[in-house]
DNA sequence: CTTTTACGTTACGACTCGTAACGTAACAGA
DNA sequence: TCTGTTACGTTACGAGTCGTAACGTAAAAG
């Protein structure tokens, strides 16, 4: 989202898209080199072929340019919706894991850190890295709902917070979670959350046969 | 954990303990004041009365610093032991929270943002931060195993995983998580962990009810 | 009385930041 | 074609913080 009042008039040179696509990409190189901490602007100029003045026409600093720079990385399909509550959590889940997992850990606290204190920056930050896995999340949580496989008195915001804190905080604090490590925490908080959860578990694991069945070796 | 080569040979002029005890004091009131991002070595040697030279002979950095600065805040007592898994969780975790409330939640990321590229400083703020929370609520839980009052299949470091991400997250992105909320995951994780969850919750009422019994107004 | 270390003061070089100044290039409208 | 406006690259500035070194002085041990 770079300042744009330069080109809404139509008059003078216009600014060069070029140099946007290089500075972008230059950004999210130097990202997964060195990290946000070592990252300096006077080098994303340098390796884009620019100069630091130009970054600072399009972005007012370095926050605002890394969440645009990794945004372009988060960007991810919808949840699916298949009927079965368990396989769809899990599937929305890695979705997301896969994303966050083309990011360094220490990049996203590090940017977190810096938009904080802003209050634009921090909406857009948030809404930028954390909404959309818990949208997604919650979607599918919503139709479970509806289906009715979640007790009637489960929270759903608490189970949001809980499985979307799990995937922060590992990310953080011990590496990145893998996919059975995440299935395995979802299926804990269904047990506790589930209407029946030995029927979602059955329904979960009679795809899967089928699945297997059809796509197996012969 | 200052360095203590100095003071280890009997030989030369000791060090001034007073000003270690300014400069970590000094360190505290401006975390709260300005954070960790704000703080620097200069002022904090001159609200102590010192100078920046007399930092770095104890401590080689602002990061090292702090730790031993926010140890002494978060020195917790041991969780208790009644006999009701519910409660006991609940307390031990309150312990924590308490703790955790009276510092900033930017100082513990940008902390661990400087203390996570050396191993050793990592290790330190991991063993100072995170794992007393994690042991004391870790202890609750094998009490409540060895009782039998969880599943066999329950996984106890999935558990421990899934609480203390909680904190740290709401820490970090929703503003510190209130007893009410912690007591309520408590609630929602053991409803899937437990054998026999509403004996759990029976024994915790009744505790409750002979409580109030015995302290309430008469 | 010598040795050793801590103390406060001052100052240095290094780095990054955000911005300003300049001449040149590219576009719109008269 | 000429004028006004904006982007471009280059260069350079002041400001802030860092980590460290140099000094003379103070306080302990032997």
Same mark, same amino acid.
């Given at each position: ?44 100029? +340098? ?14 600093? +370095?926050? @605002? ?14 949840? @699916? ?52 896995? +818990? ?84």
């Amino acid at each position: 989202m770079s300042k744009e009042r330069g080109s809404a008039t139509g008059a003078g040179r216009p600014r060069d898209p070029e140099i946007d696509r290089a500075l972008l990409s230059a950004t999210l190189e130097l990202l997964d080199e060195l990290g946000y901490t070592k990252l300096t602007l006077e080098e994303v100029a +340098r390796r884009a072929g620019t100069s630091r003045p130009a970054i600072y026409r399009r972005w007012p600093g +370095r926050a @605002p340019l890394v969440l645009d720079a990794i945004a372009t990385r988060l960007d991810v399909p919808s949840p @699916p919706d298949t009927g079965c509550t368990l396989c769809d959590l899990d599937e929305s889940f890695n979705v997301f894991l896969a994303a966050y997992r083309t990011i360094r850990p220490e990049v996203l606290n590090a940017l977190y850190l810096e938009c904080e204190p802003d209050a634009e920056l921090k909406a857009r930050y948030l809404e930028t890295v954390v909404e959309p896995s +818990r949208r997604a999340v919650g979607r599918t949580l919503d139709r479970a709902i509806a289906r009715g496989d979640l007790r009637t008195d489960a929270d759903r915001d608490q189970l949001l917070d809980l499985i979307g804190a799990l995937v922060h905080h590992r990310a953080l604090f011990g590496g990145h979670l893998t996919d059975a490590e995440a299935q395995s925490a979802i299926e804990t908080l269904l047990r506790g959350a589930a209407q029946d959860y030995q029927a979602l578990l059955d329904h979960s694991l009679a795809l899967e046969q089928e699945h297997q069945a059809r796509h197996g070796a012969p």
